[in-house]
């Protein structure tokens, strides 16, 4: 039982942008040292360090240009956004077991300056033979398909993935390091927005975006004693469905559902104790609407096909019945692989969020899904 045994103690970001103008080793440098002032930690004291397999910044490159010393502990995980809140949970693993006692998890990208995830792109795995042949190159066309069959099985509309996207733009608007502050959207420029691929528009993806975001994890014991409120890891799991393909899990008996993230609800539900009802505000990954609504369902948050009821009516907006990423998300905010999504977390956990949602109750994060994916628990110590 790994859960309420680490904590995380720091978190720090660069500003989020369309082009950095330096290299992706300054910029996980920049938000590492931001993250350990922030604990008030030095880079001594770190021992451990992971992060995604497509973050192109060695952990030992990191650790030089910071000045960091012996480490002992290194690791990555692959599967894309998919990553985010698994890197915390290995870092939670190596504290608990001994292996290290602080360990930071940090992800920096250029990716609208650099390579654009959004962009079709070549890749010698296996699995691609399945769909590139079929001209589905790109997330959005991968994606569309599943989207396509969710509005045929379930008889929701495009306006329900666009609301999800006004619900994102009115949180980004009301918050300064938002790439969309001051810049909200109606339902009607959703509709408006070009398509990407059908029934996917352009307000259905998430941006793309420079930038870097890393978190400082180590035991509840010593997070207690540092310079900022610990945001307690309550639980942490990983997980893949069955017959997973990357984006494409086209094979299965039901095509418009995300098990992979049904596998990690349980796990999340079993190790923490709380239940659906008990979340405050869910920090969900928002790389394309549709799925948005999907993991609402998959989480237990509402039946299957009824998201769509659930966030009518501003139901995941500020005020609503489960507000749904109030920095903004992926949609509003920035695209940082989702790591910007768990530095929300803690905010609102320690009371220090732009758009902070009342109460006490913990808080969910979700990591990228059509993908093996991951989530996490926070809570207040």
């Known amino acids: 039982m790994i859960g309420r045994m680490s904590a995380i103690a ?15 080793l300054r910029l996980a440098t920049e938000a590492v040292r931001a993250a350990l002032d922030d604990a008030g930690l030095r880079p001594g004291d770190v021992s451990g360090l992971v992060t995604f397999t497509m973050d192109s910044n060695a952990e030992i490159a990191v650790a030089r240009e910071l000045g960091m010393g012996e480490l002992s502990f290194l690791s990555r995980i692959g599967y894309g ?10 870092a939670v693993l190596a504290v608990t077991a001994g292996l290290a006692d602080v360990v930071v998890c940090y992800r920096a990208l250029n990716e609208r300056s650099g390579r654009r995830f959004g962009q079709a792109f070549a890749s010698p795995d296996v699995d691609s033979g399945w769909h590139h042949p079929m001209g589905l190159a790109t997330p959005g066309a991968m994606v569309a ?6 509005l045929h099985d379930y008889g929701a509309s495009t306006d329900d993935f666009g609301r999800v996207t006004v619900a994102a733009r009115r949180h980004a608007a009301t918050n300064p390091y938002a790439w969309f502050h001051g810049r909200p ?9 070009r398509w ?11 941006q793309e975006s420079d930038g870097a975001v890393a978190l400082v994890v180590t035991s509840l014991a010593r997070a207690r004693d540092l310079a900022r ?10 997980g893949s469905g069955p017959d997973q393909y990357v984006m494409t899990s086209y094979y299965r008996d039901d095509v418009a559902a995300l098990p992979e993230m049904g596998v990690v609800a349980r796990q999340l539900w079993g190790q923490s104790g709380y239940g659906p009802e008990d979340v405050r505000t869910a920090v969900l990954y928002d790389h394309f609407t549709p799925y948005v609504l999907m993991q609402l369902e998959e989480l237990g948050f509402c039946g299957r096909g009824e998201a769509r009821h659930l966030i009518a009516g501003g139901g995941i907006e500020l005020g609503g019945r489960l507000p ?34 009342p109460g006490d109750g913990p ?5 990228g899904t059509g993908v093996p994916t991951s989530g996490l628990i926070l809570a207040a110590a």
């Open 10 to 24: 720091g978190i720090g970001a660069t500003e989020f942008s369309k082009d950095s103008g330096r290299s992706e």
């Open 81 to 90: 956004g998919g990553a985010a809140c698994a890197v915390v949970q290995q």
């Open 363 to 367: 808080v969910l994060v979700t990591a």
């Open 145 to 150: 398909m599943v989207a396509q069959r969710y």
């Open 324 to 357: 749904v990423n109030p920095h903004g998300g992926q949609l509003g905010e920035a695209y940082i692989h989702g790591m910007n999504g768990i530095a929300e977390a803690v905010r609102q956990v320690r009371g220090t969020a732009v758009n902070q949602v």
């Open 185 to 193: 959207i109606t339902l009607d420029e959703h509709r408006a927005s």
């Open 229 to 238: 409120p610990p945001a307690v890891i309550a639980a942490a799991a990983q």
């Open 196 to 206: 990407i691929t059908e029934p996917l528009r352009l307000l259905d993806c998430c």
